[in-house]
């Protein structure tokens, strides 16, 4: 995946692109888990986790060779 989108609806949403320029998004999408809005994710520098915060100030770190 290269893109994710966040909203209040307390989802993460990874997105990959195609040959048409255009986005798709992933089987395992969303990521579930958050309470409250989610604000900000970023990704650790191996790509295998992706930690995601919500304005209550929790986080959590997904492991996505799992979640594939």
């Not at 992933?26 to 409250?36: D, K, R």
């Amino acid at each position: 995946f290269d893109r994710y989108s966040l909203c209040r609806d307390k989802l993460v949403r990874l997105w990959h692109p195609t040959v048409a320029k255009k986005f798709v998004e992933l089987s395992v999408s969303p990521l579930q888990g958050h309470e409250y809005t989610v604000n900000q994710v970023d990704f650790s520098s191996c790509g295998l986790y992706l930690a995601s915060c919500s304005v209550d100030g929790t986080t959590i770190v997904w492991n996505l060779s799992v979640t594939y």
